[in-house]
């Protein structure tokens, strides 16, 4: 049960970070990066990250660390990738970008600290 809530949790985290970085150029009709979005951004991903940990019963949570490392980075990228296409001028922002540095800043910090986690050793008999 736990690790279905956390990954709903993770899910709504990865689609709100998706939403916050497609909002400043109007890519998804009908969405805007409300306040809503800067809490379950973060949110999300925290709580479904310590869900999917607290059901994980062997205590193996390399896959857990790499999973969030790789979403959290790609939404990253995906910010950083948004900036500068609107600093080149190649696709001109409707709104403000301020949400893409929220999630270039969060994403790139975190995501950079999960990657960082050391694997866990094998267990050698």
């Keep these: 049960?736990?690790?279905?809530?956390g990954a709903i949790f993770l899910a709504i985290g990865l689609a709100t970070g998706l939403v916050l970085v497609a909002s400043p150029f109007g890519l998804l009709a009908g969405t805007r990066s409300s306040i809503a979005a800067w809490i379950l951004?973060?949110?999300?991903?925290?709580?479904?990250?310590?869900?999917?940990?607290?059901?994980?019963?062997?205590h193996g949570l390399g896959w857990l660390w790499r999973m969030c490392a790789a979403s959290l980075l790609v939404l990253a990228t995906a910010s950083a990738l948004g900036l500068a296409l609107a600093v080149l001028g190649l696709l001109e922002p409707t709104g403000q970008t301020v949400s893409l540095w929220y999630v270039l800043l969060l994403s790139g910090l975190i995501g950079t600290a999960c990657a960082l986690v050391p694997a866990q050793p094998s267990a050698s008999s």
């Design 41 to 58: 951004f973060p949110g999300g991903f925290a709580a479904g990250s310590i869900l999917l940990a607290l059901g994980e019963r062997d």
């Design 1 to 5: 049960m736990l690790k279905i809530t």
